[in-house]
């Protein structure tokens, strides 16, 4: 028996069953991260919609394509073992000009005076700012609330019927909302060894607006790719960098990849290499920060303070050193409009601005 080959069909399979059993029939709607795909890409989020699968079962992308679903598997669970009432996936379905939209929110927790939607996301490494799409997805899902707040909208997996949002609450959790309950929205991402909640984010009439505009122009091109008066190719894509095209399930066919098919097979197993290498540095960096971490941690136990420690060939010590001073850019210039004004600041931001070399970007993405 081939392990990996079983443990790779198993994967597809079981996300596939996930998907149905969790959200349904997803080509009946648009959803609140076809909204979040559309926002950066178009095409990719038609394609999505269309149920149009690319060759995305390689062991490697399965594991992190699902280990999102795992990932909130297990705090869910760790949640539930806190006093606060949540809901998880909680929906939400509207139709807004004749578009069916629905929203699945991860985790919603209630209390009778706030109401705080938190969305999931796993990867690999958390970054400094949290990507677009996720922030469209939460402002859609928070914007959804509030407007269909005290429609019947709301169910939970195998409810008969649709609820009002107070409904659904006091329904489940005996929790009378409060008429002034303030709703707001955090974008939880989880790594392997970190976590970090990008919090603040409260509903906004123009990313609502915004969020139905997408949702429409994924469904209105859906059915003209249905309708045959279009391809997927006649759709807007991304032009410009976007990370995601590395796993974007239509990425073989797309007019941003148009290439030209190089006679020159040596080509081939030089990039192969390279890419070996890339994945072979990063591995050897994991592990040399695996190392540095042990030796800190034996020096910190070892109860000395700036003293040498020496090996046959080698000495070490371990030093406290202070955090970098970084200046907040953004709320520094918040506060200098407030004043010399704002057209003062950005002449000075212009006049102090200086442009980079050029550079060559290798961009090598997998076919
Ligand atoms: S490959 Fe990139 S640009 Fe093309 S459809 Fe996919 S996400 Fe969009």
């Known amino acids: 028996m081939d392990i990996i080959k079983n443990l790779e069909s198993a994967l597809v399979k079981h996300g596939a069953e996930h998907t149905a059993s969790t959200l349904g029939d997803r080509t009946k709607y648009i959803g609140m991260s076809d909204i979040a795909k559309g926002a950066e890409c178009l095409r990719s989020a038609v394609a999505g919609k269309l149920g149009i699968k690319g060759e995305n079962n390689c062991l490697n992308k399965q594991l992190i394509l699902q280990r ?8 869910v ?14 929906e939400i379905a509207a139709e807004v000009d004749g578009v069916p939209i ?11 005076d706030e109401i705080h ?58 929790v009378k909302l409060s008429s002034n309950s303030t709703i707001k929205g955090s974008i939880l991402a989880v790594s392997m060894t970190e976590a970090k909640s990008f919090d603040g984010f409260v509903p906004d009439a123009n990313s609502t607006l915004q969020a139905e505009l997408i949702a429409k122009e994924i469904w209105q091109n859906s059915q003209e790719v249905i309708n045959g008066t279009k391809t997927l190719n006649d759709i807007e894509y991304c032009l410009k960098f976007y990370q995601l095209c590395d796993w974007c399930e239509v990425q073989n066919n797309c007019p941003k990849f148009t290439a030209v098919k190089l006679a020159d097979d040596n080509f081939d197993s030089f990039i192969a290499d390279l890419e070996q290498m890339k994945i072979d540095k990063k591995k050897l960096a994991e592990l040399i920060k695996i190392k540095e971490n042990n030796l800190i941690k034996f020096y910190q136990n070892s109860n000395l303070i700036n003293d040498w420690l020496e090996t046959a060939n080698y000495r070490f010590k371990v030093s406290e050193i202070n955090g970098r001073n970084n200046i907040n850019i953004k709320e520094f210039c918040k506060e200098v409009k407030l004043i010399i004004g704002e057209s003062q600041v950005e002449n000075l931001i212009k006049k102090h601005t200086k442009q980079g070399y050029p550079y060559s970007r290798l961009q090598v993405s997998k076919l």
């Open 68 to 75: 999102g679903h795992w990932f909130e598997g297990g705090l």
């Open 77 to 90: 669970e760790a949640l539930r073992g806190n006093s606060q009432p949540f809901f998880e996936q909680l």
């Open 102 to 112: 629905k929203g699945h929110l991860d985790m919603v927790f209630v209390s009778a």
């Open 117 to 174: 939607v938190v969305e999931v996301k796993s990867m690999e490494a958390i970054p400094n700012e949290i990507y677009k799409s996720y922030q469209m997805q939460l402002y859609a899902q928070i914007g959804f609330l509030e407007k269909y707040f005290n429609e019947p909208c709301f169910s939970v997996q195998n409810s008969p019927h649709n609820l009002t949002f107070p409904e659904i609450v006091e329904q489940t959790f005996n």
